[in-house]
T-cell receptor, first 114, second 112 residues
């Protein structure tokens, strides 16, 4: 099994629909992240979580929400999808960053909003 | 303007060539990652650097803290090295967690 699993891998939806992207990890990491990737731009942070009770907004959180259901699970929701949320979304996990620098990404979820 | 600049944006090489990809950043950092993104989209962390040099197989990563610059080298390049290579930094101004700032990536194509 992959260290970080994202579902769905591909999704096409319509404007206004609610969408949830799910992420689960087997690394035992406390820290989890959601990023989006757009052509010509670097990965940008949407939300991050350092443990189940700690959720933080990233640089582009508007229009998104998250839920940390357990240490291993971190979901990203688009309450009312719009076309400019069409992107490739990545979940990532890390350990205590400064100490070992372990950083793992999922395979990505490609979302198209029509 | 992205605070992490990579060059070149695109690079085409012949199999066997020595490859260099560069990354420059604007202020002090505590760590720098080199990542590889496969054509299918998945991202893999290759190296984390805070100083000096690291080597793994044919890949070598160096960092010069004073010049705020890092390089990723690939020796004896192979078509399977074709991918997007991404530089990501953690600035020292961050007091919690690994909030990384990413470069736009370098698309490498190695022809047989």
């Amino acid at each position: 099994d992959a260290d970080v699993t994202q579902t769905p891998r591909n999704r096409i939806t319509k404007t206004g629909k609610r969408i949830m992207l799910e992420c689960s990890q087997t690394k035992g990491h406390d820290r989890m992240y959601w990023y989006r990737q757009d052509p010509g731009l670097g990965l940008r942070l949407i939300y991050y979580s350092f443990d189940v009770k700690d959720i933080n907004k990233g640089e582009i959180s508007d229009g998104y929400s998250v839920s940390r259901q357990a240490q291993a699970k971190f979901s990203l929701s688009l309450e009312s999808a719009i076309p400019n949320q069409t992107a490739l979304y990545f979940c990532a996990t890390s350990d205590l960053f400064e100490q070992r620098g372990e950083l793992f990404f999922g395979e990505g979820s490609r979302l198209t909003v029509l | 303007k992205n605070e992490v600049e990579q060059s070149p944006q695109n690079l085409t090489a012949q199999e066997g060539e020595f490859i260099t990809i560069n990354c420059s950043y604007s202020v002090g950092i505590s760590a720098l990652h080199w990542l590889q993104q496969h054509p299918g989209g998945g991202i893999v962390s290759l190296f984390m650097l805070s100083s000096g040099k690291k080597k793994h197989g044919r890949l070598i990563a160096t960092i010069n803290i004073q010049e705020k610059h890092s390089s990723l080298h690939i020796t004896a390049s192979h078509p399977r090295d074709s991918a997007v290579y991404i530089c990501a930094v953690r600035y020292t101004k961050e007091t919690s967690g690994s909030r990384l700032t990413f470069g736009e990536g370098t698309q490498l194509t190695v022809n047989p």
